[in-house]
Nanobody
Framework: QVQLVQSGGGSVQAGGSLRLSCAAS????????MGWFRQTPGKEREFVAA????????YYADSAKGRFTISRDSAKSTVYLQMNSLKPEDTAVYYC?????????????????WGQGTQVTVSS
């Protein structure tokens, strides 16, 4: 069992930055690939970014490339999503996720464990 606790959401103006955090506990952090998804009312869950178990590979949705950076800190068992140049279309509830296989995140757009979600609102 893995527990994921998110923090760092909030409201910012377009062009601003925000960093989301997701702290993991329960099992060995390095055994899990981590990812971020987002969802808005009336839309399907959208993949945002993923990072491999030891952080050597990262994956991004086209909408996130060049603006968002996913990273992980093994010592803190925490994954981050640094979001820069935010746009109103980035407004959503963001969820962190974990899976022992990164392809479940990047290909199936699913995960074994999920964070509670945090609201990100970007105003123009």
């Amino acid at each position: 069992q893995v527990q994921l606790v998110q923090s760092g959401g909030g409201s910012v103006q377009a062009g601003g930055s925000l960093r989301l955090s997701c702290a993991a506990s329960g099992r060995t952090f390095s055994d899990y690939a981590m990812g971020w998804f987002r969802q808005t009312p009336g839309k399907e869950r959208e993949f945002v970014a993923a990072i491999s178990q030891i952080g050597t590979r990262t994956y991004y949705a086209d909408s996130a490339k060049g603006r968002f950076t996913i990273s992980r800190d093994s010592a803190k068992s925490t994954v981050y999503l640094q979001m820069n140049s935010l746009k109103p279309e980035d407004t959503a509830v963001y969820y962190c996720a974990a899976s022992p296989r990164i392809t479940k995140i990047t290909t199936l757009y699913a995960a074994d464990y999920w964070g509670q979600g945090t609201q990100v609102t970007v105003s123009s």
